[in-house]
Nanobody, 122 residues
């Protein structure tokens, strides 16, 4: 059974940076595509970034975060990270990592972490 645990959220000023980490475990988890999603207050959950599970990693980003966020994974350490730079108020949300069925459409695969809060405020 695949298990995902997020960490690294917190409070940051506009223009600042945060790095989120998703610790993965379970049989075959290195083969799964993993994505980061977020849900802001009063809004639906949206895909942010995703990465394939193959050795030659492919990535996909939502337009709102392109050029600011970078997703990466280390299958040796079984972690998937999201480096977030130039954070804006609109990035405030609970961030989740999840398995992903389709990168381009951010279709979730069904396994989710518990979420970590990111708040961008001065």
């Amino acid at each position: 059974q695949v298990r995902l645990v997020e960490s690294g959220g917190g409070l940051v000023q506009p223009g600042g940076s945060l790095r989120l980490s998703c610790a993965t475990s379970g049989f075959g988890v290195s083969r799964f595509a993993i994505g980061w999603f977020r849900q802001a207050p009063g809004k639906g959950r949206e895909g942010v970034a995703a990465i394939t599970g193959s050795d030659i990693y492919q990535t996909h980003y939502a337009n709102a975060v392109k050029g600011r966020f970078t997703i990466s994974r280390d299958n040796t350490k079984k972690t998937v990270s999201l480096q977030m730079n130039s954070l804006q108020h609109e990035d405030t949300a609970v961030y989740y990592c999840a398995t992903v069925f389709d990168l381009v459409t951010f279709t979730p695969g069904g396994t989710w972490g518990q979420g970590t809060q990111v708040t961008v405020s001065s």
